[in-house]
Each structure stands twice: as structure tokens, then as C-alpha cells.
């Protein structure tokens, strides 16, 4: 495979209910990102990794917690949602560089979440 | 604060010309994007601009003016595999991606 694979495309769950997120990047990048996507709004990016670092949480709720156990895999695991976290939560990763400004980000489809 | 506006919506007719606009207010600028999402599907690259100036690829063409905080993307012969969001995002000072809310762009045949 290539590019950024997520997986599930689509999720359903209730508010008590535990769930992860999976994404998969075959480009060699160092950097991988969480967003999330919802209609008519702008992306609000949720995390990124480094090197398998975290650099960056966006105060996101603690209900969301990402792990990264190595460059090319990144999870989201969802624990006790709201029906406002429904949203397309996408992944994306890049080749961060040195104060460069043109990292081009690669998207997966995403994760269409629905939370009853 | 740091704001980019683009228009909701456009609509077009099939073989014509549109023009998507970007203005942007943001703290310091490396750089302005131009990506496409079709419905379901992930974002890809379009275009980077950095310099003020037309940039052309193809069909596509973006256009930057940082003393205008402006940018646009320029659609030529439409296709209707054209129909799409299109998302414009800016670099800030800290190489943080601003988004715009994206433009649903209708191609009419």
C-alpha cells in the first residue's frame, strides 16, 4: 500500500463505549498529524508527532488520546465522546524540515465518527 | 486573531472559468496552500505559494499577493470531476497551518 491509510472509514458508537482510531503512512515521514473536520468549518488540528514525539496538543479534551508507537502508525483512542465530537477526524503526515514553510501535507480519507 | 475567509459556496458551468478567493489575516506568513477534497475523500495538494505571483500547473493556476493578504485559485476549463471543496491554508510565523472553513465548489453541466 501507499500514501496514508486510516481505518475504520466509518465508526458508530455510543458514549460510554471505547474505540481507536488507526492510521498508516508508506512515505517515510516524520511528522504525523490528527485532525478533525467538521461541516463547514475550518480543520482543527488535534495533535501532531515527531519523530514519534508529541508536539503539539491543541487542548483537546482528554476523552481523545493519541499514541504513536512508531513513524509510520499514529491512533486516536476515543473513550466516553460526546454526540459534538461527530466529525470526520482525518490523519495526515510530512517530511518536517528545517524552517521550511512548504511541508506539504499527505491526507488519509479519514474516520467518519458518529457518536449516539 | 488569525483568520482566513473564502466564500461557502461557487457554482460554474462545465468548459468555463472560476475563480476562488482567499484572503487572509495571520501573524507573519511562510507560505499559502491550495488543497481539494472530494466528498468522502482525503485532501490533496494543489498548490504553494510563497512569492507574489501567479503560479501555474496545468488547468490550475493560484495567484499571491501578501501585501493584499490575497490569494486566489483559478479553475480553467471545467470538468465536472472538478466538483469539489477547496481548502486554502496559510503558514504562519510559527509554520502553524491556518485553514479556511473550505469552498463547495458546483460544476453545472
Known amino acids: 500500500e501507499t500514501g496514508v491509510t486510516q481505518t475504520p472509514r466509518h465508526l458508530v458508537m455510543g458514549m460510554t463505549n471505547k474505540k481507536s482510531l488507526k492510521c498508516e503512512q508508506h512515505l517515510g515521514h516524520n511528522a504525523m498529524y490528527w485532525y478533525k473536520q467538521s461541516a463547514k468549518k475550518p480543520l482543527e488540528l488535534m495533535f501532531v508527532y515527531n519523530f514519534k514525539e508529541q508536539t503539539e496538543n491543541n487542548s483537546v479534551p482528554s476523552r481523545f488520546s493519541p499514541e504513536c508507537p512508531n513513524s509510520s502508525h499514529l491512533f486516536l483512542h476515543l473513550h466516553t465522546l460526546q454526540p459534538e465530537d461527530s466529525a470526520l477526524y482525518l490523519c495526515?503526515?510530512?517530511?518536517?524540515?528545517?524552517?521550511?514553510?512548504?511541508?506539504?501535507?499527505?491526507f488519509g480519507a479519514g474516520s467518519r465518527l458518529t457518536v449516539l | 486573531g488569525q483568520n482566513i475567509d473564502q466564500p461557502t459556496e461557487m457554482t460554474a458551468t462545465e468548459g468555463a472559468i472560476v475563480q476562488i478567493n482567499c484572503t487572509y489575516q495571520?501573524?507573519?506568513?511562510?507560505?499559502l496552500f491550495w488543497y481539494q477534497q472530494h466528498a468522502g475523500e482525503a485532501p490533496t495538494f494543489l498548490s504553494y505559494n510563497v512569492l507574489d505571483g501567479l503560479e501555474e500547473k496545468g488547468r490550475f493556476s493560484s495567484f499571491l499577493s501578501r501585501s493584499k493578504g490575497y490569494s486566489y485559485l483559478l479553475l480553467k476549463e471545467l470538468q465536472m470531476k472538478d466538483s469539489a471543496s477547496y481548502l486554502c491554508a496559510v503558514s504562519d510565523s510559527n509554520y502553524q497551518l491556518i485553514w479556511g472553513a473550505g469552498t463547495k465548489l458546483i460544476i453545472k453541466p
Open positions: 495571520t501573524s507573519g506568513f511562510n507560505g
Open positions: 495526515a503526515s510530512t517530511q518536517e524540515g528545517m524552517g521550511s514553510g512548504a511541508n506539504v501535507l499527505t
